[in-house]
């Protein structure tokens, strides 16, 4: 049955796609992206690459009231940063803008009146004290607080009169009690009645601003939109939608809802946890691709083969893979051990490609500068490179080699309790290691075997001593491994110190 609903839904998309399709995102500028709208945007411009269709972007700031000041250019550097262009949108322009809500009023207003002259609009000039009394009144009766469509049965005249007057009105919908039905993508068969639990909708407030469901209607066909992905907070509107499609005559889009997303432990998300924010990830050293692929990873909708393990795609693989009819309608849990995973694997790809590998080094180089604002930092590409390389096994982040654990590798070590140091046994070490040839891991090992053994100290002792003194710290990486990261020249600066 599963299946069946399945292929039908891909017959249905298919169906559909005689021309190239065209998806949007549509975030209202109320805040910063967070994990669920920097998803919506990206599976709609993964469905658009796959499609060789378009993606655009609209900002829905019809409600002028909660608009925060900056934020569209913030969503939009997000999604930048995300490598999530559009082939539309107000930064590029296109020829279905302008792509602000707020800058459409006209065209608002146009299509408004279509709607007044067919019937199935009207104006209505009920007082917000009016409105007010009616959701108390309901509150008081435990019934549902909704509009009592009072003015739907005023006369022409009257309505003329009322305007002439000068009286304050909004525009509102005609909602008749038919159960809309429509096949979601992602959750099959949806049917709802909104007479049940609403009264008429207001479609144009009283200042002239469209309220969110006309304006996204009227975008959403103006701008010849084919598929709406959206998140599944706004099912519910779709049915309202189409009963605005209706009365226009419109075809509507096809809709697919996202599922939400979840912590892995099936809680919601919250913003004080500091993982919704895409902004945060960037700040926590979170590479784009990783984030991305991390969200792929809980939203579903490409082909996973259990026990495969993680593996990082670019966002053409992505969309090569990516199909609707594969996405779960059950809330994405984030799994957060991954993100981690994803990083570490993209920093491993970074540093295979020349270009990016550059680009790397000098981000980790400006990050030791900015923690250690000294001279004679060891900083040289060739070093940094090392590190990098070392480090994709142990860091899922750049910022983790600026900790203290890692600072021997940039600086020499602060003040270490000199009693712990035996100059003569150092001095004899700086003998052997400066002929020590070649320099890698497995002849260092030997080199410090043999120089624990030719000089009677316990190879413990000898370790601690040494540690110390090219780190300052009393544990890390294995003294043959923080010598050979550290080159033979780096290593002996760090003894020669201590025999200061
Ligand atoms: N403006 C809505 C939001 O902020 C978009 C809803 C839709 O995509 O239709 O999420």
């Known amino acids: 049955m599963k299946l069946l609903q399945r292929l039908s839904m891909c017959s249905l998309i298919r169906c559909f796609m005689t021309d190239a399709p065209r998806v949007r995102f549509a975030p209202s500028p109320t805040g910063y992206l967070h994990l669920g709208g920097l998803r919506t945007a990206l599976y709609n411009k993964l469905f658009a690459i796959s499609h060789k269709g378009s993606f655009i972007l609209r900002i829905e700031d019809t409600d002028q009231t909660r608009k925060i000041q900056g934020s569209v250019e913030a969503l939009i550097a997000d999604l930048e940063w995300a490598g999530i262009t559009c082939d539309e949108g107000p930064s590029i322009g296109g020829r279905n803008g302008p792509y602000i809500q707020s800058e459409r009023l006209d065209i608002y207003k146009q299509n408004i009146t279509k709607l007044l002259e067919n019937g199935s609009a009207y104006r209505c000039f009920c007082t917000e004290r009016r409105l007010n009394l009616l959701r108390r009144d309901a509150v008081r009766s435990y019934s549902i607080p909704k509009y009592d469509n009072r003015c739907r049965n005023l006369s022409s005249k009257e309505t003329k009169e009322k305007i002439t007057a000068g009286t304050p009105n909004c525009i509102r919908f005609k909602l008749t009690s038919d159960c809309q ?37 009227v975008d959403d066909h103006l701008m010849g939109i084919t598929h709406v992905l959206r998140g599944v907070e706004w099912q519910i509107s779709t049915t309202k939608h189409l009963l605005i ?6 075809k509507p889009p096809l809709f697919g809802h996202l599922p939400l997303i979840v912590n892995a432990d099936g809680t919601k998300l919250s913003k004080r946890q500091k993982d919704v924010k895409v902004e945060d990830y960037r700040l926590k050293g979170v590479f784009p691709l990783a984030l991305v692929n991390y969200i792929t990873l809980a939203g579903g909708g490409f082909d996973h083969v259990p026990g495969a393990g993680i593996m990082l795609k670019s966002m053409d693989e992505l969309a090569q893979e990516f199909q609707i009819n ?23 790809r970074r540093l295979q490609n020349e270009i990016e590998s550059l680009t790397l080094i000098s981000q980790l180089q400006q990050l030791v500068k900015k923690t250690y604002p000294l001279e004679n930092l060891n900083i040289s590409d060739d070093h940094v490179k090392n590190v990098l390389e070392w480090a994709t096994a142990r860091i899922a982040t750049l910022d983790e080699l600026i900790s203290i654990k890692y600072a021997f590798l940039w600086i ?28 890698d891991q497995t002849h260092l090992k030997q080199c410090l075997r043999d120089f624990s053994t030719k000089n009677n100290i ?24 923080m010598m050979h990261l550290l080159g033979k020249h780096q290593s002996l600066i760090r003894i020669r110190e201590a025999l200061q």
């Open 412 to 439: 020499l070590p602060s003040k270490y309790n000199q009693s712990e140091i035996n100059k003569q046994l150092l001095e004899k070490f700086v003998h052997d290691l400066e002929s020590l040839k070649p320099y």
């Open 181 to 217: 039905y429509f096949e979601d993508l992602i959750f099959g068969g949806i049917a709802y009645d909104v007479s049940i639990n609403e009264g008429d909708p207001v479609l144009m407030k009283s200042d002239g601003f469209p309220t969110y469901h006309f304006a996204n209607v």
């Open 326 to 348: 594969k996405i779960s309608s059950h809330p994405s849990r984030l799994n957060p051990d991954l993100l981690g995973e994803c990083n570490k694997l993209e920093i491993k």
């Open 245 to 250: 499609y209706r009365a226009f005559g419109w």
């Open 458 to 481: 316990k190879f413990p002792m000898l370790m601690k001593m040494l540690r110390l003194v090219l780190s300052g710290l009393p544990e890390g990486p294995s003294v043959a491994e």
